[in-house]
């Protein structure tokens, strides 16, 4: 158990936490969520022992083994599956003695022999290899991929390989700081899995909702230097946050102004078919909004996108066109009709295209063959990765915006910038001190100030913290130009996409299902091609040996033998979850728990476990059913 009494921490001058009491259980999956700089991380630095304790005590137990993602990998030359190897410190420490006995470097001893197999028995060591191939190939990894140098890599794949190795650690407690930034949607997908399964402690950073909820069973809230537990995943905590903010007027007049501009909007096209389905993502957002916004009242993002000079329509054709680098055709035979109002979300493998057909749309590719036909009208609002690399180091916010627009005055650009939290000296700060979120931020302000009617967004929200998303969320819900994303944050794609694409197999089709589909195709996918644990070879150059035929073989009983342990585990906690819910809903049924002079804190607690429990057992019952259907395919 972590247990905090009076903690209180800080980093140089500047104090994060103070007087933090609480208790952290064996087997928990915490989110720990917070603004940019509120202090998530130098709370699992002080966990790692890389920070000192300013006041109060941290207790936790002396044997657990902890592990987490480097921030920094050099250009190691060693191949990826020994790098990711190394996670495992005990059992590369077993590999290097046996070595030097059996070498004859050490005196040879037969029963130390006996007893490091012994031991690499107890750790599965023998399937550690088979392990690490379901870790790189969950994460993207190709086979081939895997007797690359590390150094062969560039910066998004190295953190990738420092994930994996973390996963590889046979830990107690993991700490990951936003595992999901560098990922796509079917690695994130996988990762969600692999820690569903996770049997240590779970303390994790991430702002992605969806992921949180999918994951976690309690969030850690670091606010006005506060460390605050809330029993639940993300949405939970968003309602029990919001039932506790109920009372500040500023809520309901927030509330009330996002309502009416979103009812505003709903009356005006609700009966325009151009515009209907527009309408009906705004009446979702309409419907859940009074516990989100409840929860986000105090967001410091308050901004919305300009409307565009011009809408012509269509914006941008694609007849039989084809993308790629130089011979290396990626799509081919695609033809796409963009007009204003479309929101269309890219989904897709790694490497299927997605990118390579965001620059198509951009114009950075031109076309290996078939037509790319724009309005005269056209204006593109293109937000990548790299166009943070286009930010001048040296320039502050403010000073990009007059280069953009010289000719509106200072203090109107000071006011836009103020919306995105650029306020005060922070507006006149050069932005080479910036975080990858603040430059995501101000990337996404001159953007926007440019009035684009076609949108194109590729990994928007990387670096971006919960209420910024939520800001940019509803900002792309107002939006009236034509929208194409790629994101691997579900809760965004939920929000803003009206239609689904998948990028597969050299091109590019509308994709029949919902996310949840998409979930299953992956799954699917993964089975045929055997990019799991218990993979099969699809493209043999030859006969396999009998050894690698046993060891592949293996490889799938293991999987297999994994599968049915995880399945018949949640069996267990299922029965155990649904027994202790019954007798909450018969503690809640009954009237003296309400009556006059009774705790009122009891009704809450047992109404806030019994969320938790519905929760858990949702996520549960869905794991169980894909678990079942992979044991019945294998």
């Known amino acids: 158990m972590i247990l905090l009494r009076n903690l209180g921490f800080a980093r140089g001058s500047r104090k994060l936490v103070q007087d933090a009491s609480l208790q952290l259980h064996p087997g928990w999956k915490i989110g720990l969520i917070g603004a940019n700089g509120s202090g998530k991380s130098s709370f699992l630095a002080l966990l790692r022992n890389e920070l000192h304790i300013d006041s109060g005590d941290l207790e936790m137990p002396a044997a657990w083994v902890i592990a987490h993602v480097a921030q920094e990998t050099p250009a190691l030359p060693d191949a990826a599956l020994e790098f990711t190897l190394d996670g495992d410190g005990e059992l590369r420490a077993i590999e290097r003695e046996l070595m030097a006995l059996e070498s004859g470097a050490l005196n040879h001893d037969g029963h130390r022999i006996g007893e490091l197999h012994g031991r690499l028995t107890e750790i599965d060591g023998y399937a550690a290899r088979a392990r690490v191939a379901a870790l790189l190939h969950g994460l993207g990894f190709s086979d081939a991929d895997f007797t690359r140098p590390v150094a062969d890599f560039s910066g998004g794949w190295r953190v990738r390989l420092n994930l994996a190795r973390a996963l590889m650690c046979r830990s107690d407690l993991l700490l990951l700081d936003e595992p999901t930034n560098h990922l796509d949607l079917d690695a994130v997908l996988w990762l969600e899995d692999w820690l569903k399964s996770y049997s240590g402690t779970l303390l994790m950073i991430s702002h992605d909702r969806d992921f949180l909820d999918a994951v976690v069973d309690h969030t850690l809230s670091l606010e006005q230097q506060t460390l605050t537990l809330y029993s639940g995943d993300y949405s939970a905590f968003e309602r029990q946050r919001a039932a506790q903010l109920a009372l500040q007027q500023s809520l309901f007049e927030k509330q ?61 054709v694609l007849e039989q066109a084809a993308a790629g680098y130089g011979e290396r055709t990626i799509i081919d035979k695609l033809t796409l009709t963009l007009r204003p109002g479309q929101r269309l979300a890219l989904l897709g493998r790694n490497g299927a295209g997605k990118s390579t057909l965001v620059k198509l749309l951009a114009g950075e590719l031109a076309p290996l063959s078939g037509r790319r036909t724009v309005a005269k009208e056209l204006k593109i609002g293109y937000f990548a990765q790299h166009q943070l690399e286009q930010l001048r180091p040296d320039e502050s916010p403010l000073q990009h915006m007059i280069r953009l627009d010289p000719a509106t005055r200072e203090a109107t650009l000071r006011s836009y910038l103020g919306g995105f939290d650029f306020r005060g000296d922070q507006a006149t700060e050069p932005c080479q001190r910036f975080s990858g979120g603040e430059k995501s931020r101000l990337a996404l302000a001159l953007l926007i100030w440019q009035r684009p009617n076609l949108l194109l967004l590729d990994e928007p929200t990387n670096h971006l913290d919960l209420d910024m998303r939520e800001a940019l969320n509803f900002a792309l819900q107002e939006y009236e130009g034509c929208v194409i994303l790629v994101s691997h944050d579900r809760h965004l794609l939920k929000s803003t996409a009206d239609e689904l694409w998948l990028v597969a197999d050299g091109t590019a089709r509308p994709f029949d299902g919902d996310l949840d589909n998409y979930a299953q195709w992956l799954a699917s996918q993964r089975i045929t091609t055997g990019e799991t644990a218990t993979r099969k070879t699809t493209e043999a150059a030859s006969t396999p040996s009998p050894r690698a035929a046993r060891a ?79 044991l019945e395919t294998a």
Do not use: C
């Open 552 to 630: 592949r073989q293996q490889q799938q009983q293991l999987q297999l033998k994994n599968w049915q342990k995880e399945a018949d585990k949640l069996e267990r906690q299922l029965a155990g979850w649904q027994t202790e819910m019954q007798q909450i809903e018969t503690r809640l049924a009954d009237p003296a728990l309400y009556a006059a002079g009774s705790d009122a804190t009891v009704a809450r607690a047992l109404q806030q476990r019994r969320d938790a429990l519905s929760a858990g057992i949702t996520q549960a019952e869905e794991r169980w059913l894909e678990l079942q259907l992979a």
């Open 256 to 316: 009330q102004r996002e309502r009416a501009h979103l009812a505003s909007y709903i009356e005006r096209f609700r009966a325009k078919a151009t515009k209907a389905r527009q309408a009906q993502s705004r009446i979702k957002a309409l419907a859940r909004m009074e516990e989100v916004a409840a929860a986000h009242v105090d967001t410091p993002f308050t901004f919305r996108f300009r409307e565009a000079d011009s809408a012509p329509d269509p914006l941008l």
